[in-house]
């Protein structure tokens, strides 16, 4: 059995001071704030904390957040899968453009992304006034808010499908077309059972991201409780109204969520063959 | 008929034009949008939008916190990265998945809990009254909210590089009788310099384009974010535009940059 050993022995200094700095900003600026939140959701007892988090409103919200961002991310899978196919087998000019604009919702400011969407999609705008013809309300809808988060997810699953297409062994595509495997079978028996968990990886990944946004889908949803607000947006509305404990029940539940997420996207990142620090 | 498999032609038209479609609808036209309804009224009145008393001193508070946001992170960055990539030690794997939670935490949420800790029925809300500093609805809220978001981006980018790096050339440093400054300078720095910068190019254009963190710890104070934000409330959409065309010229040099540093310097680790 392996012995616990604490600290390896090094012959490097600046251990001590670095891992205490670092501890010590990490504490002093999410674990001591994040405590708090708890703290204040569960101010009034278990029973108020249950009753904010989980009222009427609230739970309509969650229903948005997680339904609106469930198809977001399947959108974002589907097409993430095209994009992911041309960048990492085809060669054409202007390749590395696509490239970055794949990485565009990364460096976009919501807010910028929220305004620029709402005045495509409102009835007047260039998408919406199409949408209106066939009777869907492009903005201040369910619609806006799928929109908003496909925006903000495009990243996720092409960051980590391109390596995964990438690495997939030529020899094994060459043995199955050899054996006489059809296109279809190729696709569906070979390279898709390699690449799944990357793929599923992205669509986790761009679903946490949406769940949390809120930039982006203010501007958009037109904020209806009820039916268009997001679980983002009554934490805001609660806290203008200082109702602290009401929007921190809230905020510990999307806490939860996030930590489901994050302890989720770590398995699958081991799964792909990566440590924690380099996915 | 070796090599990859290869799909039919229309298999290739259909998986390109999806591909084409999507980021044209989702990412291009946004960002068109963006500058056609910046100029559209003029270039006079996108040089006012941005020359108005509230504009500049918008972008100068975005500024300042974006730079602050940097160095406190690049510094943390830094120091968290040496411990982590250069020493083996217990529970490493969770202080590392820890530093990724402002990922996944609602930006919202960034931002509420600095309320919670400073605001005045907060935890240290009356030790902040008795000291008289203001923190919630201050410079230093926004700060502390950006911090926060932006608090992943140069550690994550360190510590992918670090950890793979070795520890050797510090190790022959240290033998040569070389001090921790010397080492660092000399031996470390020069090593990881390129990944610093990526982590900092991330931080810096997230730090400025932040929005839902800074909105619920700035009160009556104005971001850039926030700025646009209420301008396209007032119906001023033109000037909404103008200045989010700022931003986004910003974000588009952050990606040349970012790119350009994933190309020419082999790092492609620390999306996000």
Same mark, same amino acid.
């Given at each position: 059995?392996?012995?616990?050993?604490?600290?390896?022995?090094?012959?490097?200094?600046?251990?001590?001071v670095?891992?205490? *700095?670092?501890?010590?900003y990490?504490?002093?600026?999410?674990?001591?704030?994040?405590?708090a939140?708890?703290a204040?959701?569960?101010?009034?007892g278990?029973d108020?904390?249950?009753?904010? $988090? /989980?009222?009427?409103?609230?739970?309509?919200?969650?229903?948005l957040?997680?339904?609106?961002?469930?198809?977001?991310a399947?959108?974002?899978?589907?097409?993430g /899968?095209?994009?992911?196919?041309?960048?990492?087998?085809?060669?054409?000019?202007? @390749?590395?453009?696509?490239?970055?604009?794949?990485?565009?919702?990364? $460096?976009?400011?919501?807010?910028v992304?929220?305004?620029?969407? !709402? !005045? =495509?999609?409102?009835?007047?705008?260039?998408?919406g006034?199409?949408?209106?013809?066939?009777g869907?309300?492009?903005?201040?809808?369910? /619609?806006?808010?799928?929109v908003?988060?496909?925006?903000?997810?495009?990243?996720?699953?092409?960051?980590? =499908?391109?390596?995964?297409?990438?690495?997939?062994?030529?020899?094994?595509?060459?043995?199955?077309s050899?054996?006489?495997?059809?296109?279809?079978?190729?696709?569906?028996?070979?390279?898709?059972?390699?690449?799944?968990?990357?793929?599923?990886?992205?669509?986790?990944?761009?679903?946490?991201?949406a769940?949390?946004?809120y930039?982006?889908?203010?501007f958009?949803?037109?904020?209806?409780?009820?039916?268009?607000?997001?679980?983002? =947006?009554?934490?805001?509305?609660?806290?203008?109204?200082?109702?602290?404990?009401?929007?921190?029940?809230?905020?510990?539940?999307?806490?939860?969520?996030?930590?489901?997420?994050?302890?989720l996207?770590?398995? =699958?990142?081991?799964?792909?063959?990566?440590?924690? &620090?380099?996915? | 008929?070796?090599?990859?498999?290869?799909?039919?032609?229309?298999?290739?038209?259909?998986? !390109?034009?999806?591909?084409?479609?999507?980021?044209?609808?989702?990412?291009?036209?946004?960002?068109?949008?963006? *500058?056609?309804?910046?100029?559209?009224?003029?270039?006079?009145?996108?040089?006012?939008?941005?020359?108005t008393?509230?504009?500049?001193?918008?972008i100068?508070?975005?500024?300042?916190?974006?730079?602050?946001?940097l160095?406190?992170?690049?510094?943390?960055?830094? &120091?968290?990265?040496?411990?982590?990539?250069?020493?083996?030690?217990?529970?490493?794997?969770?202080?590392?998945?820890?530093?990724?939670?402002?990922?996944?935490?609602?930006?919202v949420?960034?931002?509420?809990?600095f309320?919670?800790?400073?605001g005045?029925?907060?935890?240290?809300?009356?030790?902040?009254?008795?000291?008289?500093?203001?923190?919630?609805?201050?410079?230093?809220?926004?700060?502390?909210?950006?911090? /926060?978001?932006?608090?992943p981006?140069?550690a994550?980018?360190?510590?992918?590089?670090?950890?793979?790096?070795?520890?050797?050339?510090e190790?022959?440093?240290?033998?040569?009788?070389?001090?921790f400054?010397?080492?660092?300078?000399?031996?470390?720095?020069?090593?990881?310099?390129?990944a610093?910068?990526?982590?900092?190019?991330?931080?810096?254009?997230?730090?400025?384009?932040?929005?839902?963190?800074?909105?619920?710890v700035?009160?009556?104070?104005?971001?850039?974010?926030?700025?646009?934000?209420?301008?396209y409330?007032?119906?001023? !959409?033109?000037?909404?535009?103008a200045?989010?065309?700022?931003?986004?010229?910003?974000?588009?040099?952050?990606?040349?940059? @970012?790119?350009?540093?994933?190309?020419?310097?082999?790092?492609?680790?620390?999306?996000?």
């Amino acid at each position: 059995m392996k012995s616990f050993v604490l600290k390896k022995h090094s012959a490097l200094p600046g251990f001590g001071v670095s891992l205490g *700095f670092g501890l010590f900003y990490i504490c002093l600026l999410i674990l001591i704030p994040l405590a708090a939140l708890a703290a204040q959701a569960v101010d009034g007892g278990f029973d108020s904390f249950l009753q904010s $988090a /989980f009222s009427e409103r609230a739970i309509e919200a969650y229903k948005l957040s997680f339904g609106a961002s469930f198809i977001a991310a399947f959108i974002n899978a589907f097409f993430g /899968f095209c994009i992911s196919w041309v960048l990492a087998r085809y060669e054409f000019f202007g @390749k590395s453009i696509l490239d970055a604009l794949v990485d565009m919702p990364f $460096a976009l400011p919501t807010a910028v992304a929220g305004i620029a969407l !709402t !005045t =495509l999609y409102a009835t007047d705008g260039l998408i919406g006034s199409l949408l209106d013809k066939v009777g869907i309300q492009g903005a201040f809808s369910y /619609f806006g808010v799928v929109v908003a988060l496909v925006f903000v997810g495009v990243p996720f699953t092409v960051r980590t =499908l391109v390596p995964a297409l990438k690495e997939l062994p030529i020899e094994v595509e060459e043995a199955a077309s050899t054996l006489g495997a059809k296109g279809y079978q190729i696709m569906f028996k070979v390279i898709i059972p390699a690449i799944w968990i990357a793929w599923v990886s992205g669509f986790v990944l761009s679903f946490a991201r949406a769940v949390g946004e809120y930039g982006s889908v203010v501007f958009i949803s037109g904020n209806l409780p009820f039916k268009t607000e997001i679980a983002p =947006l009554i934490i805001v509305t609660k806290l203008e109204q200082y109702e602290y404990s009401q929007a921190a029940s809230i905020a510990l539940v999307m806490l939860f969520v996030s930590l489901f997420f994050l302890v989720l996207t770590d398995y =699958l990142g081991r799964k792909l063959g990566n440590t924690g &620090a380099d996915r | 008929m070796s090599g990859r498999y290869k799909e039919s032609i229309a298999a290739k038209i259909f998986i !390109t034009s999806c591909a084409l479609f999507f980021i044209g609808l989702t990412v291009v036209l946004p960002l068109c949008t963006v *500058f056609y309804f910046a100029f559209k009224d003029g270039f006079e009145v996108y040089i006012n939008a941005l020359t108005t008393k509230e504009s500049i001193s918008a972008i100068k508070l975005t500024l300042l916190v974006g730079v602050v946001a940097l160095l406190l992170n690049s510094i943390f960055g830094i &120091a968290i990265a040496w411990a982590i990539g250069k020493f083996d030690f217990a529970f490493k794997r969770w202080l590392v998945a820890v530093i990724d939670l402002p990922f996944t935490i609602s930006p919202v949420i960034a931002g509420m809990v600095f309320i919670l800790l400073f605001g005045g029925s907060g935890v240290f809300g009356e030790l902040c009254r008795e000291l008289d500093i203001k923190i919630v609805f201050s410079t230093t809220g926004i700060i502390l909210a950006t911090v /926060f978001v932006t608090l992943p981006f140069v550690a994550r980018s360190l510590i992918s590089l670090m950890s793979t790096q070795g520890r050797e050339e510090e190790e022959a440093a240290a033998t040569l009788g070389a001090g921790f400054w010397v080492m660092f300078w000399k031996v470390t720095l020069p090593s990881i310099k390129w990944a610093l910068l990526y982590g900092a190019v991330l931080c810096f254009a997230r730090a400025i384009g932040d929005f839902g963190a800074v909105t619920v710890v700035a009160g009556p104070l104005r971001t850039v974010t926030i700025e646009i934000f209420d301008l396209y409330n007032e119906y001023k !959409t033109a000037e909404a535009f103008a200045v989010a065309s700022v931003l986004t010229m910003v974000a588009l040099v952050a990606l040349a940059a @970012k790119k350009s540093i994933e190309k020419y310097h082999s790092l492609n680790r620390g999306e996000r």
